[in-house]
């Protein structure tokens, strides 16, 4: 968080105030600021200063440390406000692939514990002692299909929106959704037809 003081000559400076307040404050040209990692502290006139730029680094500095599923909606936000309309819908990519749509949308911990899982499944397949591990895993690994469905869009953007536009960001999860709903389709009509192929043997 960066600690900007107002500097009033023959006063003490006032502060200190984040880059946010100072960009609330709309200060007049020429009123003068420092920060102290900013222009080696030395008082700069408010125009010379990118406070835009600053105040973005502190909602990302906040965004880092908050959890998904408290994300303030000030921190979806681009500079404009705007927020794409896909927040908080279903996310079928995330669902069916979460492993490969995490890497595709900078989200890496699905793909971990999908690795971690599978060597525990293999690990645990065969032991006996161990079979409500081994079903365990599966739970597990459904649960966290459900968490990225349901918060998916949200993370995603999270993740990506320093660097695509809105459009971008909804054409690319339309992407996902599509072969998401594709690949569930195509193994329903799979079951359905060994379904019948043994039912009608």
Known sequence: MYKFYIF??????SGPYSATEIKEMELEKGTLVFELTINDGEPTPIE??????????ELDEQDIYTAPDNINEQLLQQPNGEIPSIIGKWN???????????????IYWPAIISAIASIAERL????ENLVIVHYSIFAILLIIRI?????????????????????KFEREQKFW???????????????????IYHTTK
């Open 8 to 13: 009033n000559e023959g006063n003490p400076p």
């Open 48 to 57: 010379e200063i990118d406070i835009e730029y600053f105040s973005r680094e």
């Open 92 to 106: 079928w990519g995330a669902f069916v692939f979460p492993a490969l749509w995490g890497l595709a949308n900078g």
């Open 124 to 127: 645990t397949r065969s032991n």
């Open 147 to 167: 968490i990225l469905g349901v918060n998916g869009n949200k993370m995603a953007w999270k993740s990506e929106r320093k660097h695509l536009s809105i459009e």
């Open 177 to 195: 959704k599509i072969i998401g709903l594709a690949s569930l389709a195509t193994i329903a009509i799979v079951a359905l037809g060994l379904w």
